[in-house]
Structure formats: structure tokens, C-alpha cells
């Protein structure tokens, strides 16, 4: 069945500092989606992406998908301690009805 | 405020019993999902209803069960629990339309199910 890969799976930081967290598919997406879950939080959509090569921007984050729409990448410049959390992409398959969710990058920011 | 609510939000029961999880989606969105996210774990996609048919197949476990009533709402139902059942249980819904770009997810508050 489809997986989907995130690296790193931890990651802390010093505010200030970017961050980047990259995603992999085993198969194909038609599209890719990004959810934040803050520590004790549910899961919140921050954006999708459909066409291959797309990149877009959302304050200090910026989403990219790949040319292959195999994997896509989170990065988020100078980190704020607003931004910990867990990041999640999550990927339907090309054809496929289901949304796979990543593995999950758990990211800590400290002053 | 995400528009998905599950109740109860908290629920402790013994190995063995049987408990029911239920989720109302936001209004209008006709597709429910349900997720298990074990401490310090991914979401492991367990069922997907749509419009009160099942859609989906994940990594459900025999002993669980949900459906997708007239009204919309959910209910997963786990039985026979063990202590590694122990998790919070999201529910998600998305909107009626299933073409590429607008199955965004809308989750709960999850309901965490300890087993003692």
C-alpha cells in the first residue's frame, strides 16, 4: 500500500533558525496536504498543493511539490515559538480515494 | 473551532469492555473519517464513511466498528478492549465534493480512550 515518509521525525531549534521538514511518497499524488497539530491539539489544515513543481507561501512558511508529485517540503524561516507542534503531510494517490497521512515531524523551538 | 465535535472527551474504562465513540461533522460535509494517534504517534487511518456508505479501509482492527447514521453522524465502536487501544481517536470530515482539491480534512478535539 501507499506510504508516506517525513524526515526528520524530531527537530528542535533555536528561535530564529529555519526549519525544513521533507515528505516522500511512495506512489504518485494527485495532490498533497499540510496539517499542524500543536501538543495537545488536533490536527489543523494549513494548505494543499496540486500541480506538480507548485510552491506557495504563507508568511514564514513556504510549501513546495515536487516535479515527480512524489514528495513535497515544509520550511519555515526564523522559527517563533508559536510554531512547535507536530507537521504532517498527507497525500492521496493518484486514482486513490484515501488520504495518507505522513509520519510527522515534531518540531521544538527554544529561546 | 474546527465545526467536527466528539464526545465523550475523555473515557476510561477495563480490558475487555466495549465503549462508543461518537463524532458530528461540521454542517454540510458528507464524508467522515476516523483516526487512531497512539502517544507520541503518527495518525493511523482506520475508516472512512461517505454519505452514510463505507469508502475506505484502513488498518481497522476486527474488533472495531463504526457506521455513518441518516443524520450524518458517526460512531466508531471498539470492543474487547486491550491496553494498547489506549489513544486519542480523531474524527475528521470533508466536504461533499470528491474531485481533486477539496477533500480537505476538518478535525475534532479527539477523544482519548485510556484502557486500565
Known amino acids: 500500500g501507499q506510504q508516506v515518509m517525513q524526515i526528520p521525525q524530531y527537530q528542535h531549534v533555536q528561535e530564529g533558525e529555519d526549519f525544513t521538514t521533507y515528505c516522500n511518497s511512495s506512489t504518485t499524488l494527485s495532490n498533497i496536504q499540510w496539517y499542524k497539530q500543536r501538543p495537545g491539539g488536533h490536527p489543523v489544515f494549513l494548505i494543499q498543493?496540486?500541480?506538480?513543481?507548485e510552491v506557495k507561501k504563507q508568511k514564514r512558511l513556504t510549501f513546495q511539490f515536487g516535479e515527480a508529485k512524489k514528495n513535497s517540503s515544509l520550511h519555515i524561516t526564523a522559527t517563533q515559538t508559536t510554531d512547535v507542534g507536530t507537521y504532517f503531510c498527507?497525500?492521496?494517490?493518484?486514482?486513490?480515494?484515501?488520504?495518507?497521512f505522513g509520519t510527522g515531524t515534531q518540531l521544538k523551538v527554544e529561546l | 473551532d474546527s465545526g467536527v465535535t466528539q464526545t465523550p472527551k475523555h473515557l476510561i474504562t477495563a480490558t475487555g469492555q466495549r465503549v462508543t465513540l461518537r463524532c458530528s461533522p461540521r454542517?454540510?460535509?458528507?464524508?467522515v473519517y476516523w483516526y487512531q494517534q497512539s502517544l507520541d504517534q503518527g495518525l493511523q487511518f482506520l475508516i472512512q464513511?461517505?454519505?452514510?456508505?463505507?469508502?475506505a479501509k484502513g488498518n481497522i482492527l476486527e474488533r472495531f466498528s463504526a457506521q455513518q447514521f441518516p443524520d450524518l453522524h458517526s460512531e466508531l465502536n471498539l470492543s474487547s478492549l486491550e491496553l494498547g487501544d489506549s489513544a486519542l481517536y480523531f474524527c475528521?470530515?470533508?466536504?461533499?465534493?470528491?474531485?481533486?482539491?477539496?477533500?480537505?480534512?476538518?478535525f475534532g478535539p479527539g477523544t482519548r480512550l485510556t484502557v486500565l
Open positions: 475528521a470530515s470533508s466536504g461533499i465534493r470528491l474531485a481533486v482539491g477539496s477533500d480537505t480534512q476538518y
Open positions: 454542517s454540510g460535509d458528507l464524508s
Open positions: 498543493l496540486v500541480k506538480s513543481g
Open positions: 498527507a497525500g492521496r494517490a493518484r486514482g486513490g480515494n484515501k488520504l495518507t
Open positions: 464513511y461517505y454519505n452514510g456508505e463505507e469508502r
